[in-house]
């Protein structure tokens, strides 16, 4: 079931701090997180980039870099050791600022237009954070990036090694769009696209290129690759122009009829899927 917060008609006054935290509380009961297969005892160590990384900042290996860069500190102590070990209860600090484990959120936006994937923008645009963030009570973060007016499906979550690889080239996650173009693209173009097409960073291609079926000018384009712009680039080195974008499937996950600007926590068996499509170990889960 989707969610997205109703207008209110009542006053400032009421609608405040009180009302925000009910609206948190009510979203908070339908969170689903994840934990990590084995339970932590308080006397249990866990190895250092683990527990960054399952702080929600980053992946195990960009845990690595902060900890070989010196930007790591366990009870005040620099560490720069690989593989240091440390407890639940130990204060780790990343950049001087205090990071602790948290359950694994996953959340799947049909993003609108107009908005920026990104967590805060200093032109005060809108952002996909300012859909989601206030109402699960984390700190997400968008895998990958749609157009500030590409629309569609956005996942979101504070688990770092499952982002990086989702967005790792060597996995090559199938994204599919719907691109509107402004003319009708005929049957020897959209050969073209899926044999390759010449852009000025190099050859690409679809993996996949097809018409819709009742709008003939909608040309629906499977990818792996994550390049900038790349469909938009694709359908120019046709001649042609693509007027509006929209995603509609990433990896195992699909937009349905999710409406725009709403969202929804992943089901315990996407996350799964998603996990042991890039090699992850699946996960245990309970209600939140």
């Given amino acids: 079931m989707s969610y997205r917060p109703k207008l209110s008609s009542t006053s400032p006054e009421r609608f405040g701090e009180k009302e925000k935290q009910k609206k948190r509380a009510k979203a908070a009961k339908r969170v689903l997180t994840g934990k990590a297969s084995e339970t932590i005892a308080e006397n249990e160590t866990i190895r250092l980039n683990k527990y960054i990384s399952r702080s929600g900042i980053c992946s195990r290996r960009d845990a690595d870099e902060l900890i070989k860069e010196g930007k790591v500190k366990v009870n005040g102590i620099v560490v720069t050791e690989m593989g240091h070990q440390v407890l639940p209860t130990d204060k780790v600090q990343v950049n001087d600022n205090y990071v602790q484990p948290e359950n694994f959120v996953y959340v799947l936006l049909n993003k609108p237009g107009n908005t920026i994937t990104t967590t805060e923008d200093e032109k005060g645009r809108n952002t996909v954070m300012d859909l989601v963030e206030e109402y699960t009570g984390h700190r997400l973060y968008p ?6 007016n590409t629309t569609g499906l956005l996942l979101l979550t504070n688990d770092g090694d499952l982002a990086n690889r989702l967005m790792h080239p060597s996995y090559s996650v199938t994204k599919v769009y719907e691109a509107t173009c402004d003319r009708i ?8 696209l899926v ?3 010449e852009l000025e960073d190099g050859i690409a291609k679809a993996v996949k290129a097809e018409r819709h079926e ?8 499977s990818v792996h690759e994550g390049r900038n712009h790349l469909v ?9 122009e693509v007027i509006r974008l929209k ?3 990433y990896a195992i996950l699909y937009i349905d009829k999710l409406r725009s600007g709403r969202w929804r926590y992943l089901k315990a068996f996407e996350v799964n899927k998603l996990r042991t499509s890039v090699k992850l170990p699946e996960m245990k889960f309970t209600k939140g």
Wanted: aromatic share 0%.
């Fill in 143 to 148: 895998v990958g990036r749609l157009d500030r």
């Fill in 214 to 221: 009742e709008v003939p000018n909608i040309v629906i384009l």
């Fill in 185 to 192: 693209l005929n049957d020897d173009e959209l050969k073209q």
């Fill in 247 to 249: 995603r509609t499937q």
């Fill in 232 to 240: 938009k680039r694709l359908i120019a080195s046709l001649g042609a």
């Fill in 195 to 197: 044999k390759g097409v």
